[in-house]
């Protein structure tokens, strides 16, 4: 049911006077709400909820008639990953126009961003768990945070939006998986028009100290969190190799044990494409959510994906 007009507003401003509290816990306890409209206007449900006998409202804030895209640029694409902290400036320049192009062509989208940490975040990975000591762990945290600042500044040199969202500080590994503490910095960032740009970091880990978590892990939870209608992984290659070096246009999830990979040429302590394929295919069995490496070395490919252009060469997942 949606609301235009004056009676939204009126409808809006009486909500407000209800006490913070209650409508927080609302928020936590609805799920069978008894009535719910929906007002294009403000980008919120506003849900009729009993407790205790009594209706109460409870707001709860949504990304309505727009879609969420999560896109990962690996380290592959941003730096030199042959040289330690070698970041590519020139390919990092035109990856923030393309984004920027497409995003103000673009206004109904969301993006979430992700990108690797390459020879920022690899070599330095592989001297932590080598060593398993906490310097090093830290030295990989704030070497991988030096390239998100290098991004960061370009995008926001090409006008775009972002907020950086760093996984030491929001993300725990407990048990058998990572334990996500970042959804509303992303949901607050998608609201707001801001793009939150998140990278591959060391988390803390109740048994071993520290963990690596991904860029491909975050694409994977970013996906299924937000729903995203389109994931993208821009690699410096074409798509996912064969053996003969020919790109295979598509992988279905219960045939990605049967793909022979190529494997990473680089230093790379998060499993390479083969790891990449991996979460990307239990990604589109569980969640029926597809994805699509591509190459994005080449110029204009980011903008391809970002904008839908059937003319983006690539490997489909899913």
Not at 217 to 223: C, E, G, N, R, S
Request: proline content about 3%.
């Amino acid at each position: 049911m949606i609301f235009h007009g004056c009676l939204a507003p009126f409808i809006t401003t009486r909500l407000h006077r209800f006490p913070r509290e209650n409508v927080e816990i609302q928020e936590v306890r609805e799920q069978k709400p008894g009535l719910c409209f929906l007002f294009s206007d403000f980008w919120s449900r506003v849900c009729l909820v009993k407790s205790r006998g009594f209706f109460t409202f409870a707001i709860q804030t949504l990304i309505m008639n727009e879609e969420v895209y999560v896109l990962k640029i690996g380290g592959s694409v941003l730096t030199e990953k042959g040289k330690e902290r070698k970041a590519r400036k020139s390919a990092i320049k035109r990856i923030s126009k393309e984004i920027a192009l497409a995003l103000a062509h673009t206004a109904e989208k969301k993006l979430i961003l992700v990108h690797g940490a390459g020879s920022y975040g690899h070599p330095q990975a592989k001297v932590y768990l080598a060593s398993r000591d906490a310097k090093d762990a830290l030295i990989t945290h704030e070497s991988a945070k030096e390239l998100n600042r290098i991004v960061t500044a370009s995008l926001m040199e090409s006008g775009v939006k972002i907020m950086p969202i760093h996984p030491l500080s929001g993300v725990v590994f407990r048990g058998e998986e990572p334990k996500y503490k970042i959804k509303e910095q992303i949901e607050v960032a998608l609201e707001t028009g801001i793009v939150p740009v998140l990278h591959g970091d060391v988390i803390m880990d109740e048994k071993e100290g520290f963990r690596i978590l991904s860029g491909d892990q975050l694409v994977v939870y970013a996906a299924k969190e937000f729903k995203a209608s389109r994931v993208g992984v821009g690699t410096d290659v074409d798509g996912v190799l064969d053996d003969e070096g020919e790109v295979i246009r598509k992988i279905m999830p219960a045939e990605v044990d049967k793909v022979s990979l190529k494997g990473s040429e680089h230093v790379d302590v998060t499993g390479g494409m083969k790891e990449k394929v991996h979460l990307l295919a239990k990604l589109a069995s569980e969640n029926s959510i597809s994805s699509v490496l591509f190459n994005a070395s080449k110029e204009s490919n980011v903008y391809k994906f970002l904008t839908d252009d059937d003319d983006l060469f690539g490997t489909v997942v899913g």
